[in-house]
Structure formats: structure tokens, C-alpha cells
């Protein structure tokens, strides 16, 4: 299983970003695919995440200016990023859960992540 995330970037506050996630070894339809951030010096948390069943979760900090996607042809995750704000800068993951977990927000029961891609917000 590989989780590939790309698109991050530099933005100015307000501004918008597109990630994606390429998966290869996972059927999208099948696992909970969850987006995570994590800023310096501070605890991974989740950003959104897309259930097997198609649900979608967001972060209270999120909800309204994010929004989760999948292509499941394409094996991509998306997560459209818009109104962004200084405090939305940091690392993000996504990640697998392959049991299909209730605890979407909970990073431990997530099997497989991907390497990570900034996102900087700054004026």
C-alpha cells in the first residue's frame, strides 16, 4: 500500500489549495480515507475524512471551507481547501483505515499514511 500526498504549497490568507492523495493497493470504496495536519509543536489532528460508505467528517476548525473528495476510478483523495487561514498551516497526511474504524478521528487506527505535504499559510 502506497498513500502519495501532493499540492501543497505557499498561499496568502484566504487563498485556496488543492490536495490530492494518489493510493495504490487500497480500493477507496472500502477503507476510511482520512486527511490529518499536524503544526510544530503540536498534536496530529484530523482535517476531514471520507468514510467507505461515502460519509464525510470535518474538524469543527474546518467545517464550511474544507471539503473531501474521492475519485475512485482514479484512486485519488482530494481535500479543496478554501478560505484559508495562518492557523491552517502544517503538514498534512492522509491516511487508511482499512477496518473502517468508528473512531475516524483517532490517527492510531489508521494502517497506512502517506509522507506528508506543507501547506504554509502567509501574508
Known amino acids: 500500500v502506497q498513500l502519495q500526498a501532493s499540492g501543497g504549497g505557499l498561499v496568502q490568507p484566504g487563498g485556496s489549495l488543492r490536495l490530492s492523495c494518489t493510493a495504490s493497493?487500497?480500493?477507496?470504496?472500502?477503507?476510511?480515507m482520512g486527511w490529518f495536519r499536524q503544526a510544530p509543536g503540536k498534536e496530529r489532528e484530523v482535517v476531514a475524512a471520507?468514510?467507505?460508505?461515502?460519509?464525510?467528517y470535518y474538524g469543527d476548525s474546518v467545517k464550511g471551507r474544507f471539503t473531501a473528495a474521492r475519485d475512485n476510478a482514479k484512486k485519488i483523495v482530494y481535500l479543496q481547501m478554501n478560505s484559508l487561514k495562518l492557523e491552517d498551516t502544517a503538514v498534512y497526511y492522509c491516511?487508511?483505515?482499512?477496518?473502517?474504524?468508528?473512531?475516524?478521528?483517532?490517527?492510531?487506527?489508521?494502517?497506512?499514511w502517506g509522507q506528508g505535504t506543507q501547506v504554509t499559510v502567509s501574508s
Open positions: 493497493g487500497v480500493t477507496l470504496n472500502q477503507n476510511t
Open positions: 491516511a487508511a483505515d482499512r477496518d473502517r474504524s468508528v473512531a475516524i478521528t483517532n490517527p492510531r487506527v489508521y494502517d497506512y
Open positions: 471520507i468514510r467507505w460508505s461515502g460519509s464525510t
